[in-house]
């Protein structure tokens, strides 16, 4: 089922390699996430090494899995799971398509949810009128409320919660 050599750049994945992969995956039945279970980097996504290489391994599962592709090319969850490595939760695609699906789920800045809807929300509404409200300087009320003076600004001047009034 598995390829037994597989090119990737400039290493080539032999049957030990491919033995340590999958000892490091919690393989689960074909339509659940196969969760990686050994290092990552800081932003979740399964590292591998392969002789002097470090890859990631949602790529590697998807080139063992399909064969090479071109490096222009990046491989999306389906599941947006970062440490998924099940083949048929991934997919090619281009940094755009990463980008519209990013939008589609709300997972962007731009297309996030307003206000203290939004997952990385460190504001509440109330604090947000007490901002505006306060006469006092923007570092002071900065203080006050554990922000950045420039947020506080961001916040008076209707940049940033622009749905509060």
């Given at each position: 089922?598995?390829?037994?050599?597989?090119?990737?750049?400039?290493f080539?994945?032999?049957?030990?390699?491919?033995?340590?992969?999958?000892?490091?995956?919690?393989?689960?039945?074909?339509?659940?996430?196969?969760?990686?279970?050994?290092?990552?980097?800081?932003?979740?996504?399964?590292?591998?090494?392969?002789?002097?290489?470090?890859?990631?391994?949602?790529?590697?599962?998807?080139?063992?899995?399909?064969?090479?592709?071109?490096?222009?090319?990046?491989?999306?969850?389906?599941?947006?799971?970062?440490?998924?490595?099940?083949?048929?939760?991934?997919?090619?695609?281009?940094?755009?398509?990463?980008?519209?699906?990013?939008?589609?789920?709300?997972?962007?800045?731009?297309?996030?949810?307003?206000?203290?809807?939004?997952?990385?929300?460190?504001?509440?509404?109330?604090?947000?009128?007490?901002?505006?409200r306060?006469?006092?300087?923007?570092?002071?009320?900065?203080?006050?409320?554990?922000?950045?003076?420039?947020?506080?600004?961001?916040?008076?001047?209707?940049?940033?919660?622009?749905?509060?009034a």
């Amino acid at each position: 089922m598995w390829a037994a050599s597989v090119v990737k750049g400039v290493f080539t994945l032999n049957e030990q390699d491919l033995r340590r992969f999958w000892q490091k995956v919690d393989r689960k039945s074909d339509d659940e996430c196969w969760l990686w279970t050994a290092k990552a980097t800081v932003r979740g996504y399964g590292q591998f090494k392969v002789g002097p290489c470090a890859v990631l391994v949602h790529r590697l599962s998807y080139e063992i899995a399909n064969g090479p592709f071109s490096m222009v090319l990046i491989v999306l969850h389906e599941c947006d799971t970062p440490l998924c490595v099940n083949p048929k939760h991934l997919r090619l695609g281009t940094v755009a398509d990463n980008n519209a699906d990013m939008v589609a789920k709300g997972r962007s800045r731009s297309g996030a949810a307003p206000g203290e809807a939004n997952w990385n929300a460190k504001l509440s509404a109330d604090v947000v009128v007490a901002m505006r409200r306060s006469g006092l300087p923007s570092h002071v009320v900065a203080k006050q409320f554990g922000v950045n003076a420039s947020t506080v600004r961001k916040v008076r001047r209707g940049e940033r919660w622009k749905h509060i009034a």
